[in-house]
Structure formats: C-alpha cells, structure tokens
C-alpha cells in the first residue's frame, strides 16, 4: 500500500512560493497601497476611521508604514453586521461565509470570485505540500455550510485537479466507509475528529493503518505535537497543520510543508505582523505575539491589520523545503482564551501535552475550571486507553497522581485529575470543546 513518500510534495506555485525576500516586499508594497486605497474608497468604515485616525491611503510609501494604520477587531466586524465591510458591489459577490457566533453577533464575509480564486491557491499550495495531486482523491471531513473548513479544502483540491470528496463531518461509520470505499488518499478535518475516527475504527476492530490514507492537513482547532504524533502513528500517515479564519479567508492562509517547521503563510495574499497584544507594539522578527492580517489581494471583504487573537511568532529563513514564505508557528493559544486560574496563565495547551504523552490514556480530555469558594480550581478529565491499559497499573490512586503531578509541572499549579470510564468525555465532530469554565465572572 502507498502511504507517505516525500517524493511526492511538491511546490504549487513556484513563482511566488519561492520569491526573494526583496521581490515579495515590493509585491506585497503594491499590494498593499492598492488594498488601503481600495478599503478607503469603497468602504465607509475604513474611510471614517482613517480619518478619525489622521491617515490618508497616501501616506503608505514604504511597508513599515502600515504601521500607521489603526488596528481592526472582531468588534469592528460585528458593529458593521452583516455586510458593512465590503467593498464590492452586491452584484460580484459569490459567496458568502460566517463564523458560528458562539460567542456574540457572527463574523460575516461574502467573496467575489476573485476571492474564491486566492482561497482556492492558497490552499492547493498547502495540499500540494502534503502530495496532493491530480490523481489524488481527498476526502473532505470539515464541516460545509457557512463555516469556511469544508470548502476551502474542496476548492484548493480541485485548483490540483484532483477529486474531491465534500463528506463533511459527523456520520462516522459511513465517513469510516468512504474513507475505505472510494478510497481516498488524503483527509482534511480537525484533528480531534480524525482522532475520533481512528478510535471508532479500532473499537470496532479495525486498523485504521490500513486504510489507503497518505497524509492529511488538520486545524480549525488548537492541536499539539503529541497530537500529531498520534495521528500520524495510528493512520501511518503525514499529518500536517493547517492555519486560517474566516475573517482572512478561511483555512489555507498558511499551511505546514512536509518539514513541519512551521506554516508558511500565503504572504503574497496575507501580509502579518506580530504585535505584543497589551501594548499593541509591532515585535522584532521572532518574538512571540498575537499575529495581525491584512488582505492585500481581497475584493469583498479586505481586512486591514485585523486582530487574529491568536499566539505565535514569524521565521522568515527559507526552510529546507526551498520556499522562502514566511513561516508562522504553530498556534500557542489565544490570547482570549488563556486561562487565569490563581493567577497564573494556563493555556489548555499545555495540559493537553501531558495527556497525550501518556499512553494509558485515551486521546480525549476536558478542563473544568470552577470556583467552589473563593478560590479557583481547575479539574482534569482523563479517559483511560483500555487498548493500552496494562494490567500492571493495578493502582488507579498512583496513577492518578502520576499524571496530576506531570500537569502541575507544566503549569505551575495543582489540578484534580479524575479518571473517566472509556468513552465517557463527550468527542466532537467539529471543534472539539475542551474547557469548560463554570467561574461567575460578573
Ligand atoms: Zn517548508
């Protein structure tokens, strides 16, 4: 059977994923000048705040001088709900997305085809780089619908030229039964689900290793390298991250090559800055922040500097895969949805590392973070591996303690581990819900 073979990646888009470092910025300093112009002229809200701001499309010369633009937020986005934001005519539009609103008035962005076009590329590049190509299969297991997952993969796949196939999430053992059917080489969802997938298949006395499947671009959720060595151990597959939002595009605005070193970011399309996220200082090449997009190719909906809320930092040495794209690494966190529990930062993150290094346990986990009194505790929930559970840990007390200690290593503070049965912690089809915080913060 053809698993994985690096010999199959391949650069999509020679061109411009292999520019000179000198050539980019001058493409993506044209580009920018003709977005903030674009933006300022067709849309009220960046003309208003331009002006509030004292800043004028001219003054962008040199590509520092974004830096003289203010800042956008999800909060911008909802105030001009629904369609405040674009700057093409209704007539162009062909599409339209949404994020889910879970937390608030959804994000809503409509695509010209010209938008569609830059997602479709910037996607084939990331598909590409697993070894997508036009005789591949790939099975799409993203939700379709106005979440943006499942069609970006779909369009990217199809710039290859290869066939596509729009499963959509949830449904396991029919997904189980495609997957082997018709039968695809490559998956694309979030990596809980695919994990989900393997663990549905090996209850039932499947071997997930022998479906056809090569490699896979998972995200849309946070993810560690624990994670990826899972999945890559159980499908014997390449398992590489895909980043994006809505708000840019959709996934695909970086995705991992095979070195998996870090995403690299379809920069001639998005443009990012690092910024410390509580002095909203742009940071040296390197630093850790929150990463900032601006669209220098969208005609719908253009964002300019919009505040991801995501952690991570920019490398832009040419990797070793010979594309000089800027790589960003892989998300820390956000910055709204770190914990403070007693007062220190905890990103779920890090408990999540201690899990999956640990055999025993079942790849699924949840964070309770409560405050019975006065003060906050924070309860894991572990599932034990029945698969892997030696008969030697007859003391489920040590056990439990072994892995409490390992999470307050990481983290700094103590946690109640609580052992649940086999499949008992709720698993997601979509976006895995890790954390639940039951602190009344009002
Ligand atoms: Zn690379």
Redesign the pocket.
């Known amino acids: 059977m053809a698993k994985f073979s690096e010999d199959d990646v391949y650069i999509f888009n020679k061109e411009r994923e292999c520019m000179q470092r000198e050539d980019m910025k001058e493409l993506q300093l044209k580009r920018l000048k003709n977005t903030v112009k674009y933006a300022y002229e067709h849309v009220d809200f960046y003309r208003d705040l331009y002006d509030k701001h004292n800043v004028h499309p001219d003054d962008i010369k040199t590509l520092e001088d974004i830096q003289k633009l203010p800042f956008i937020t999800k909060d911008d986005l909802r105030k001009t709900y629904p369609f405040k934001l674009q700057a093409a005519p209704k007539e162009d539009w062909k599409e339209v997305h949404s994020t889910s609103g879970t937390t608030g008035i959804p994000t809503v962005a409509a695509y010209t085809q010209k938008d569609l076009d830059i997602w479709a590329e910037s996607t084939a590049r990331g598909l590409a ?1 697993v070894g997508v190509n036009p005789k591949s299969i790939v099975n799409v297991a993203y939700g379709f619908g106005l979440f943006t997952g499942g069609h970006g993969a779909q369009y990217g796949a199809q710039k290859i030229g290869a066939l596509a196939v729009p499963m959509s999430s949830g449904n396991t053992p029919k997904q189980i039964n495609f997957l082997k059917d018709f039968p695809a080489d490559f998956l694309c969802c979030t990596p809980s689900y695919a994990l989900f997938i393997a663990e549905t298949m090996e209850k039932e006395g499947m071997d997930p290793k022998d479906l056809p499947l090569k490699g896979g671009l998972f995200g849309a959720e946070m993810w560690t390298e624990e994670i990826r060595a899972k999945l890559e151990e159980k499908f014997d597959i390449s398992a590489q991250n895909i980043y994006g939002l809505t708000e840019v595009i959709g996934p695909g605005v970086s995705t ?4 998996k ?2 995403m ?1 970011i379809a920069e001639d399309h998005f443009y990012p800055e690092i910024i410390d996220p509580e002095t909203l200082e742009v940071l040296p090449e390197g630093e850790e922040g929150e990463i900032v997009f601006t669209s220098l190719t969208k005609t719908g909906m253009p964002v300019i500097r919009y505040r991801t809320k995501d952690l991570t930092s920019l490398n832009y040495e040419k ?5 000089t794209t800027v ?1 960003m690494s892989r998300i820390k966190g956000r910055s709204d949805d770190m914990l403070k529990v007693k007062g220190v930062i905890v990103f779920p993150k890090q408990i999540e590392e201690v899990i999956m290094k640990v055999d025993e346990l079942a790849p699924a986990y949840q964070i309770i973070v409560s405050r019975p009194d006065t003060l906050d505790e924070i309860e894991v929930q572990v599932e034990i591996d029945q698969a892997n559970f030696s008969d030697s840990i007859t003391d489920l007390e040590t056990f439990r303690n072994k892995i409490a200690k390992s999470i307050k290593e990481a983290i700094g503070i103590g946690v109640k581990v609580t052992l649940a049965e086999p499949f008992t912690i709720p698993r997601s089809e979509g976006k895995a819900k890790r954390v639940i915080d039951k602190r009344d913060f009002s």
Do not use: A, I, Q, Y
């Open positions: 780089s991992e090559c095979h070195m070193d870090g690299h990797c070793k895969c010979g594309r790589r």
